[in-house]
């Protein structure tokens, strides 16, 4: 990119009015600007900006893929709010937020306190950590996921061995089904860890010093300094990390399919919101429907966000200059 | 985590936007089925199915090819489930496969969106010999006078058993038993042997049609459904009692040891399921298995029809002529039948019925059962399901689940089958 190249565009422009040559080469560096973008703006447009307005019309509309659709006004929303297996999905989807967040946050949170501090092999601990955020949105790791938890897998047998209860794999249990992917999710905690490190780094340590002087033991040191200090981190990954938990699909789906009559865990145990919507996009050829599900995800998610925003004034702390 | 982090928004969008991106880019793909300059023709050919069919099918297709150098035959092929996603995906975007495996659930559905090839003209034109064919197999694809597939092999419902478990509590099916005595039976295995005596079979839709049709009603009629709630919730009631008293194994173990069977798990002596399915068992568990007759309610009248897989062509294919020739050449050719074997339930033409020997336990086992339903004159014939029946087949199964594990109540399962089924068969 830093590289100069030679060409016309470096010549000296022969024109009798420099101010209009200006404006022809900055015209034309726009233009050469667009055309580079232009592969992005095209993807954008075709397949991101097209589809969503698509979809927004969709969400109106009896649309079963190969009929012309037909436009219903509300409907799809009336079905959706009336339909019990909607609700559901819902209520699903909120536990595996409300239970998994916190917990993945906790987790990193305290595993990059420990990191922080200075010890010998402290990269490779770093690196042992992160590692489950690397492969664990795969498929594979999904798929592994399955296996560990299923009936006769390594964690049935421990539980009969362990603690002598014979309650069977969790992924057969319409209730313990949710907790096998809040453990996948909360096992990759290392991507938050590294971001919660990155925060630690930043915190001065002068303030330390000086809480230590005036007699601040390590429990005082942590909600006084660290927590305020750091709390801008803290937002940072509550947002994402609760915005990326609405979005779960890929490993419900994995972990769940199969197990029963339902493409999502039995008696729907894993039926998360994009599990569903799937299923009447792709199953039951409902994609009015499905898009009209899809907003309304959009529009629960952009609400969780705006009230976020919105409690951030009275905890997170911003240092002076830094906004 | 680390990759979905810098794309969370785009991501967001994509959910939204997700089901629509992949419509559009199903309809930029190829129109399919080009032709080569020197008259060679290719046909994309698609079933589904496990790894053991791929391979038969593959070598079945060398054949094909050898005899037709002009034709080639492209493949893919997904499980059961993935391969409507796929299929109705693709035919929604108007690139269906040429031709492909079809069932008789989804004749209606995929005739009602114009996708499926009436092959009488081409039988007419002879390139598909519509004579030879077992049992009237050869009327199966037939839909308001469209043929619509032609059946590659037969298959009916039946109760498989653990043939062990069943001979130490001491109980013999034979054809005509009833109800009653099948109820006794599930006693005497739940007492006798430290199994229960079924798994789960009230969540079986091919078996409450069966039982349906017993009592002169259906499962589905040509539009709708053919019972009401009053009689699923009998059917259900009567599920939840026995899973509740042993009779039945426990839901939560069948759902558990999925996707092995409940009998190969060692949970239940039986199950409710197709014929063809003692091969999976076969290999899939220790014990030996074996067939036992459907109950009935009227010491005779068992319900059964031959139910089959069939191949299917598109009505967009650029060569009719040569999916023709290809089904044509699937369902008569003796060396295919010595290759697939019961794969795909009995062949459906005497020609490979008779080229096929089964010297396999199991396999003549199949072939004697099947046997034996001519013989006892049971057999009935099938109306082709109403559109969406797919559909209402997975809310079945699903509703039965959740009332098995007792999450949902008798009369909030029927309620709901009734709300989705008509959604389904409405659109």
Redesign the interface.
Known sequence: MGTKVPGPRSAPAPSPDPAAALKRRARRENLAGYLFMSPWIAGFL???A???I??LY?AFT?Y????APKWIGLANFEEMFAD??WRHSVSVTLWYVVIGTPLKLLLALGVALLLAQKRRGQGFYRAAFYAP??I??SVSVAIVWKAIF??DGPVDKAQRTFFGVDV??W????QWILYALVGLTVW?F??PMVIFLAGLKQVPRELYEAAEVDGAGPWRRFWSITLPMISPVLFFNIL?ET??SF?I?ASAYIVGG??????CG???GSLVY?CY?YVQ???????GL??AM??M??VA?ALVTAVLFWSQKRWVHYEEGAR | MHESRSVDRRAMLKIAGGSVAALGLTTAGCGGGAGAGDGTVTLRYSWWGADDRAKRINETIKLFEKKFPKIKIKTDFQPYPDFWKKFNTQASGGNPPDVFQNAIGFLRKYDAKNVLLDLHPQAKAGHLRLEGFRAGLEKFGEVDGKLLGVPVGSNSMALVIDKNVYTKAGVKPEQGWTWDEFDAALKSISDKTDRAGDSGMYGVMYLYDLYLRQNGKAFFTEKSLGFTEADLKQWWEKGKKDTESGLVAPTKKVVQAKPKSAVTAELAAGEFTWDNFTNRYTAEGKSEYGLAPIPTTDGKKTGQYLGSLMLSGSKRTKHPKEVAQFIDFMVHDPEVAKIMGYDRGVPSTTSQYEAFKPTDPVAKEIAAYEESLVAAGVLEPITPHPAGADVCEMAFMRLAEEVGLGTRSVDEAVKQFFTESKTALGS
Do not use: C, K, Y
């Open positions: 075709l397949l991101t097209g589809p969503m698509a979809s969709f009896d079963n893929l190969f009929d019990p297996r955020s690397l664990g949105a299923s009936d069977g794999g992924i057969g249990d319409p990759q290392g991507a994402l915005i990326h979005q699909f199969g197990a029963g009559g339902s493409a039995p008696a729907d994009t919507l996009g792709f199953e039951n050829s409902r994609m499905a898009s899809a907003w995800l959009l998610v």
